[in-house]
């Protein structure tokens, strides 16, 4: 399977280089978004086998993941591993996706923080089962770890989202991709990692009110537009899957 790893990074210089090295050690070609970092964020990759793609402006994550796509997408890959910047998801972890993938290759695949979640703030847990049950529900389907951002997925899917012009720019791509992907038949799926909060992190870009607000727009709407699919969250509520 043609693979690359898309690292959307928003002023991640402090750990970038730390990240893309270890995505590069897995020998996939990794490409690094640049969204408007204004501390020096892609200077940090000079000495690494990386394209680096640049937004002049930033222009939110949604923005850089599609743009990374479409350039791996144009390289050849079949598949794209989403990772974030900020060094809260760990390369080794990269088999247990490419695993999944091999055994299910029109499936979205979410590496899920279901290991060590005691990690994970209170408040955070809480907004990411709220966000689980309302995504599930929109996608007919259960959804383990809706906010999670280290993913794979199919160029099928990527595809689809281009025909379906569904590409919001922020943090809500990723919560409508899985609603989407679910809706063409490619069902996300779960594979369990360890979640890694460390306690000296940069605050987060996510903002609390306003890309809540966003992201439950983009949900209400969907479940309205199905007559609140009611069918939907019964089949939310079937167990959820996780592949390993
Ligand atoms: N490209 C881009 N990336 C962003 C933006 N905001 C956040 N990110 C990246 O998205 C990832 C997750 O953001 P983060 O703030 O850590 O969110 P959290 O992990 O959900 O708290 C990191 O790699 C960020 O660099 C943005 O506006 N543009
Ligand atoms: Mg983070």
């Not at 679910?182 to 903002?207: F, K, Q, T």
């Amino acid at each position: 399977m043609h693979l690359a790893v898309v690292i959307p990074a928003f002023n991640e210089a402090r750990t970038i280089v730390h990240v893309a090295a270890a995505a590069c050690a897995t020998g996939l070609p990794v490409i690094v978004v640049d969204d408007g970092s204004i501390d020096g964020t892609a200077e940090r990759l000079r000495d690494l086998p990386v394209t680096v793609l640049r937004h002049p402006i930033n222009q939110g994550k949604g923005a850089s993941l599609w743009d990374g796509m479409q350039r791996a997408i144009a390289d050849g890959a079949r598949a794209v591993i989403s990772m974030d910047g900020d060094g809260q998801h760990n390369a080794d972890d990269l088999p247990l996706l490419i695993a999944a993938a091999r055994n299910h290759p029109e499936r979205l695949i979410i590496a899920a923080r279901l290991r060590q979640r005691h990690q994970m703030p209170r408040l955070r847990r809480f907004g990411n089962a709220m966000a689980d049950f309302w995504i599930s529900w929109a996608a007919g389907w259960p959804i383990t770890d809706t906010q999670s951002g280290f993913r794979l997925y199919p160029a099928s899917v990527i595809r689809h989202l281009e025909k379906a012009n569904r590409r919001a720019p922020g943090f809500v791509f990723e919560s409508e991709v899985l609603i989407e992907a679910a809706r063409a038949g490619a069902a996300p799926l779960a594979v369990p990692i360890d979640a890694i909060y460390h306690p000296e992190a940069r605050a987060s870009h996510y903002r609390p009110l306003m890309d809540t607000l966003l992201i439950i727009r983009m949900v209400a709407g969907k479940l309205l537009a199905r007559g609140f699919y009611l069918r939907g969250l019964w089949r939310s509520l079937s167990p959820p899957r996780t592949d390993g």
